[in-house]
């Protein structure tokens, strides 16, 4: 990644806090974080940390308690459809057919537009022959695509993605990710891509932002200048998994 | 995608044997209807004296064909299928706007949820006096009735159901740039309508029960008036089975005009989400693409 390439998304001293029966539960503290355009930033953190609220403010859904995140120099107040949240695969529309969906974001376009990117996007995610399957009749994996392919299809400058692939098997988590790879590679989207597991941003980070346990902060921020495609063997994509192991305190036997 | 045929491919001769497993399931409900029949005719002819406990068979269908005869089989029925409609379709157009609106704004809906839940357990004849001293005796009353309720329970539905919609799939769809009026339909409606068929069905049964009450008390047409006219001017009780198994028959022929309903392909999904996420399991193949179960 350039490292002069411009600030896309600036995350100032945010703080977020929840209020509960009269307790404060403080969840994020004082952020900093700028994400440059082109870039995959992984934020990486335990359970009950906080990056999903993170993800969740950047994205506009939910206010910040104190700080600013501004995109492009603008503040963010709502939810965008240039910046698209990627849900776990629940977030795909259950009673739309895979082309439904895709097309659910560009109903303002003309017919036979329309039908030439969802075409498009149908490809570029492997659902071929899929087009009027409705989501019920496809495994996690497809769903998972199926949603990457609605939010690509109103091409959009930032995608958030958080833990997409946490609830698919393990193969088909290797398989999406590089998919993901792919198609970043393809269409340079800025990703900010939420994450528990140690191994998914190693593999799939320009930067990996670490936090803390709750109250969450940032720990790290390591960069990560292993070329993809990455060698999950290579001394220097081990000696990475192991520094980031050992920030997070964890040990390297079970 | 190419896959391997299924294990339990069907057999060469499978046309024969899947026609003749949907002709027995066919006859399996009807031969219960012929039982009941046979045992009721068996029944009152060894009855002897107690026979006039209950018209024959055979009495009852004399009795339809008397009503188709003269004109007053269609006449009721009509009458009764308006009763029906109107009432209904009032509660419709009233009652799920209602519930999606209280469904939608929590709080609203958190101040006048009460109101119809005390509402609801009241039988809907105990509005009959009040419709009556409101709108006199006559069809408007009848309506009113059924429109009470179906009113109810669809209101309470469409409200349920807004309230259960997936957070993740309202902010998907003000993700995707939706305001209010567009979220609410095409997300917010297809999202309900599942449930919302379901609550459609119900209380159109509610309201098919509601007419026949309300004919014998409010009107003097309609299957209800019928049955109640029957005992009432001769002891027909002939007459009376006659317009109980009218009933009975339009019932569930309404009944399965909704329920086809339910097997429109945009809906069937949240019928199914009680059966776990099979697919995901069964449908992935070695490369982490998955097939479609047939």
């Known amino acids: 990644m350039t490292g002069n390439a411009e600030v896309k998304v600036h995350i100032q001293d945010l703080s977020k806090a929840f209020h509960t029966n009269g307790h404060e539960i403080r969840v994020l503290e004082h952020i900093d974080l700028d994400v440059r355009e082109g870039e995959l930033v992984c934020i990486l953190g335990p359970s009950g940390c906080g990056k999903s609220t993170l993800l969740n403010i950047v994205g506009g859904f939910l206010p910040a308690s104190s700080g600013d995140v501004a995109i492009d120099g603008l503040p963010v107040r709502r939810p965008d459809p240039r910046r698209i949240f990627v849900f776990q695969e629940r977030g795909v529309f259950p009673w739309l057919t895979v082309e439904g969906n895709i097309g659910f974001g560009i109903s303002g376009l003309p017919a036979t537009e329309r039908a030439a990117r969802i075409a498009h996007y149908v490809r570029l995610v492997g659902l071929e022959g899929f087009e009027n399957a409705y989501p019920q009749e496809l495994s996690g994996g497809m769903k998972q695509r199926v949603e990457v392919a609605r939010a690509l299809a109103v091409n959009p400058d930032v995608l958030y993605l958080d833990e997409p692939f946490g609830a698919l098997d393990s193969i088909t988590r290797l398989v999406m990710r590089s998919e993901l790879l792919r198609i970043w590679q393809t269409e340079r989207k800025t990703i900010l891509f939420v994450t528990h597991d140690i191994e998914e941003s190693c593999q799939l980070a320009d930067r990996i932002v670490v936090l803390s346990a709750r109250p969450g902060s940032i720990r790290r921020v390591v960069e990560v200048d292993l070329p993809h495609p990455r060698d999950l063997s290579s001394p220097r994509y081990l000696a990475l998994r192991d520094s980031i192991l050992e920030e997070i305190g964890l040990a390297h036997r079970i | ?294």
Do not use: C
């Open chain 2, 1 to 294: 995608m190419a896959r391997p045929a299924p294990i339990d491919s069907p057999p060469p001769h499978g046309r024969p044997a899947r026609s003749s497993r949907s002709l027995v399931r066919a006859l399996v409900p009807l031969s219960g209807i012929a039982v009941l029949i046979l045992v009721w005719d068996v029944a009152l002819s060894l009855g002897g004296g107690r026979s006039q406990l209950l018209p024959r068979p055979f009495a009852v269908v004399r009795a339809i064909a008397e009503l188709a005869q003269k004109g007053f089989l269609l006449k009721h029925v009509v009458a009764s299928l308006f009763r029906v409609t109107w009432g209904y379709v009032a509660a419709v157009i009233v009652g799920i706007p209602l519930g999606v609106v209280l469904g939608w704004y929590r709080r609203g809906g958190m101040a006048i949820a009460p109101i119809l839940e005390i509402l609801r357990p009241i039988s809907p004849l105990a509005w009959i006096p009040v419709a009556i001293l409101w709108f006199g005796v006559g069809d408007v009353s009848a309506v009113f009735i059924i429109f009470l309720g179906s009113l109810f329970p669809l209101t309470l539905t469409a409200m349920n159901a807004v309230r259960g919609v997936e957070v993740v799939h309202v902010n998907a769809g003000r993700n995707f740039g939706l305001r209010a009026p567009e979220l609410l339909r095409r997300v917010i409606y297809p999202a309900i309508l599942p449930q919302l068929i379901v609550g459609l069905r119900l209380s159109l049964g509610i309201a098919w029960l509601v007419v026949v009450a309300a004919e014998m008390i409010a009107v003097s047409s309609g299957l209800g008036f019928l049955i109640i006219d029957a005992r009432n001017a001769g002891n027909r009780y002939d007459l009376v089975v006659a317009g109980m198994v009218l009933i009975g028959v339009i019932g569930i022929a309404l009944d399965a005009i909704m329920r086809s309903l339910e097997r429109s392909k945009a809906v069937a999904w949240g019928y199914t989400i009680l059966e776990g996420e099979q697919p995901d399991v069964a449908g992935v193949d070695a490369a982490g693409r998955a097939t479609v179960l047939p």
